[in-house]
């Protein structure tokens, strides 16, 4: 059997299965019992077989040559008999590309991979990425970072580059560069009390604890209400609104700990605050 027949009765069984998807849920239920019983049968059959197979002389030789046929592969796959071959080192390279895609895209800008040969990964930029003057923070922060995070190997992502550079207008900034933003004086912030500060991106609760600044949303985790209206006793921020209380030194929820509040990162400069917001 060809492999173009075996994708067909994939696309067949696919087909029928998006019939059975309008049938009501007692007739769907009936099918999938059919079908669970029908796929144990075959996996143990799969199993002994295997077993049988291995202990004959030759046996594991056979086996290795049967399961270069499509076929073969598959259906031992989809019954976990067989391990689906590892991903190569080109495939993980893409798919950590792929993740910094999305920001890369919205500023214009794309990468190639050129090639992968441990401990060198070989790209290239494209858009307004290429010749852009913050390429090199772009490689640093996202690109690079990405990669190495998925592929051990890598030590090194070279930016190569075949022609001269795009006319293309170059972005003010690197997608991940991290936007800070002097939001207030050190002195407006109040110890373990509450000040708010306005910026384009977002309102910003700030407090100050035991001598270190602290920055949140200023939006309770709960439905979204400003937490400035709210009561500060003990250390302790009660949202005004459903009575949702913080931890100011930070941000764990006390009444659902499972969505406390995030924290911005903070740094004073020349008596300012500084306060690094995401897009």
């Given at each position: ?42 996996a143990?059959?799969?199993r ?5 197979v ?5 046996g594991?030789?056979?086996l ?16 976990e ?8 080192l ?13 920001q ?31 390429s ?23 930016i190569?580059?075949?022609?001269p ?7 003010d ?31 910003v ?8 600044i ?7 985790t709960?439905?979204g ?8 006793k003990?250390g ?13 030194s ?21 008596g ?8």
């Amino acid at each position: 059997m060809s492999d173009t027949n075996f994708e067909q009765l994939v696309g067949e069984l696919e087909r029928l299965e998006s019939i059975t998807a309008s049938w009501p849920a007692s007739q769907q239920q009936t099918l999938q019992a059919i079908r669970t019983t029908i796929e144990q049968i075959q996996a143990g059959a799969f199993r002994h077989l295997l077993r049988i197979v291995k202990e004959q002389p030759g046996g594991l030789d056979a086996l290795s040559e049967a399961i270069q046929e499509p076929w073969v592969a598959n259906v031992l796959m989809y019954h976990e008999l067989l391990r689906p071959p590892a991903p190569s080192l080109h495939e993980r390279v893409e798919v950590a590309l792929e993740t910094v895609r999305p920001q890369l895209a919205s500023h214009n800008g794309d990468v190639e991979l050129v090639s992968v040969e441990p401990p060198e990964v070989k790209i290239r930029l494209l858009g307004t990425c290429d010749g852009c003057a913050l390429s090199t923070l772009t490689v640093k922060l996202g690109i690079e970072k990405a990669i190495k995070e998925a592929v051990e190997s890598i030590e090194v992502v070279t930016i190569v580059k075949e022609g001269p550079a795009r006319a293309t207008s170059s972005p003010d900034k690197s997608p991940f560069e991290q936007h800070w933003e002097a939001l207030c004086d050190v002195s407006e912030i109040p110890e373990e009390g509450i000040h708010v500060a306005e910026s384009e991106k977002a309102s910003v609760l700030l407090t100050l604890v035991k001598g270190e600044i602290k920055a949140y949303p200023n939006a309770c985790t709960h439905l979204g209400m400003p937490l400035d209206t709210g009561s500060v006793k003990n250390g302790i921020l009660t949202c005004a609104y459903h009575g949702f209380q913080y931890l100011l030194s930070s941000g764990e929820c006390l009444t659902a700990p499972e969505i406390q509040l995030p924290r911005y990162p903070t740094k004073i400069e020349e008596g300012k605050v500084w306060v690094q917001l995401t897009d």
